[in-house]
């Protein structure tokens, strides 16, 4: 965890997803990166940065999980 200046901070996070779609299951592991806003009094996600491990192309499919 580190801070660009006193109200926002930047987290880095790891992600497992499980997709299971038409009887097969299929692991996808990511390096997650957040900014969050702290300036009002509740956290706002500014800035959300999903890279995927191992992954070579680019996976439409589950966008919405991430």
């Known amino acids: 965890m580190s801070s660009d200046s006193a109200d926002i901070v930047n987290v880095r996070s790891a992600q497992v997803i499980v997709a ?15 900014r969050i806003d ?12 999903v890279r995927l ?8 499919v589950i966008g919405f999980l991430l």
Do not use: H, M
């Open 38 to 49: 702290l300036s009002d009094g509740e956290p706002c996600i500014v800035q959300k940065v």
């Open 20 to 34: 299971y779609k038409r009887g097969v299951s299929t692991l996808f592991a990511a390096d997650v990166e957040y």
């Open 53 to 60: 491990i191992d992954s070579t192309d680019a996976l439409n």
